[in-house]
């Protein structure tokens, strides 16, 4: 696997559909990882990438396929995940 640069939060946001834009500032901030629940909303997106990249958001959400984030943006159950966890977060 070759060396990938990250890409900037402002750069990420822009990669992601409006409704999944919130995952950014919980991907660049650890308070995330505290609890299974909440790292759950990031390997939910894909568990091979989220295990591949070390459990690593930035570069999950920098590498997941824009169909699957599309998938995810429409999904009633996934988006009150992100935004119970983002509510809780801010």
Known sequence: MTRQ???????????????LKSLVKLAY?????????RLSIFRTIDAERWEQFHQNPVKLLQTVSYERLVQLAVDPQYLQRVKTLTTQFE
Not at 29 to 37: C, L, V, Y
């Open 5 to 19: 640069t990250l890409l900037s939060p402002e750069r990420l946001e822009a990669k992601l559909p409006h409704a």
């Open 29 to 37: 901030n650890f308070w995330w990882s505290w609890s299974p629940e």
